[in-house]
């Protein structure tokens, strides 16, 4: 998990990179919430359905989805399975059961439901995963949902990533409720809230709802509390609309990917030289990758900028 938590922040970085540098037209991060996005997809089996986000890149990652495949996508070469029709990170793959990203928010919720019970009138030993943020509990897609599976007993797992930020709406101006997880228990759906900041809650977690989901055939919701430490996308300055100390203070003092790298590191299993050698790694292969996407699909880049 720790290696797949490193290699999407290296991801990120690298594209974050390219995008400023003209080289792709958007790219978002996922910054602060690396833990949600591998413990959770650590957590599932590959027969779960995954209806994401646009900020889950990591449980493509971890099903096997290659840089190259990332890459294709962001540039929208002929190699992208969307042949370009869509706007850089919006995945998908059929092959890994992951539904093609929508930038429309929460629209991804009742579809997730009708394949859970889908999953359950076939006897299914799955169940279907869906992800949005705490601006998509504002949506009535949510409130629909939530009800559908409810009443249906569906097995399906809502994740929620409670960042704070529906790009510049605070939580605060969103709802005067307990946060998310009191909505699920309002509508007869098991819910809980979890630091989604701490990967081994977070896979114990999901691991534990994925059980209660496909053993009792009924929908959970997992409110993860995560930080957007990152801008909402390379469209966005979050610096005008909140403070750069509270963020600085997330980046290093509630890291996800630090803190679990200091438990591996006390467990003896990792190492200052293994961290340098991973990153510097994942690094020039990344790098290498994006040099060989643009020699191969050529377009009008800039020749003045440096890879």
């Known amino acids: 998990m720790y290696t797949g938590m490193v290699t999407l922040q290296v991801l990120d970085t690298v594209f974050y990179e390219a995008q400023r540098q003209g080289r792709i037209s958007f790219y978002v991060t996922t910054i602060g919430e690396e833990a ?4 959770s997809a650590a957590a599932l089996t590959m027969d779960d359905l995954v209806f994401p986000q646009y900020r889950e890149p990591g449980v493509l990652l971890w099903r096997g989805f290659t840089l190259q495949e990332f890459a294709n996508q962001c540039f929208g070469n002929k190699a992208d399975y969307g ?3 869509q706007m850089p990170i919006h995945y998908g793959s059929n092959k890994l059961n992951y539904f093609t990203v929508s930038s429309t928010i929460a629209t991804q919720l ?4 009708g394949a859970a019970y889908s999953l359950k009138m076939d006897k299914q030993d799955a169940c279907a995963v869906t992800y949005f943020g705490d601006g998509g509990s504002s949506e009535g897609d949510f409130h629909a949902a939530l009800n559908f599976a409810a009443v249906m007993e569906a ?12 790009i510049s709406t605070p939580t605060s101006d969103q709802f005067r ?8 228990q309002a509508y007869g759906v098991k819910s809980i809230r979890v630091d989604g900041n701490d990967a081994l809650a977070m896979y114990n977690t999901v691991r534990a709802a994925r059980e209660m989901a496909i053993g ?5 919701l997992i409110e993860a509390m995560t930080y957007r430490v990152g801008h909402h996308s390379t469209s966005d300055d979050s610096t005008k609309y909140r403070p750069a100390n509270e963020i600085e203070w997330w980046r290093m003092q509630k890291d996800p990917v630090n ?8 467990n003896g299993w990792w190492s200052s030289e293994a961290e340098s050698e991973l990153r510097i790694d994942v690094r020039k292969q990344q790098e290498k990758l994006l040099r060989e996407t643009i020699e191969r699909h050529p377009r009008d880049y800039p020749e003045d900028v440096p890879l």
């Open 36 to 39: 949600i996005n591998i413990a």
């Open 83 to 85: 042949k370009g029709r």
């Open 110 to 113: 009742p579809p997730a439901v």
């Open 155 to 166: 097995p399906v797992i809502f994740i929620c990533r409670n960042n704070g930020w529906a």
């Open 177 to 184: 409720s307990d946060g998310v997880a009191i909505r699920g």
């Open 216 to 220: 009792e055939q009924k929908p959970v």
């Open 259 to 266: 803190r679990l790298r200091k438990w591996i590191e006390r």
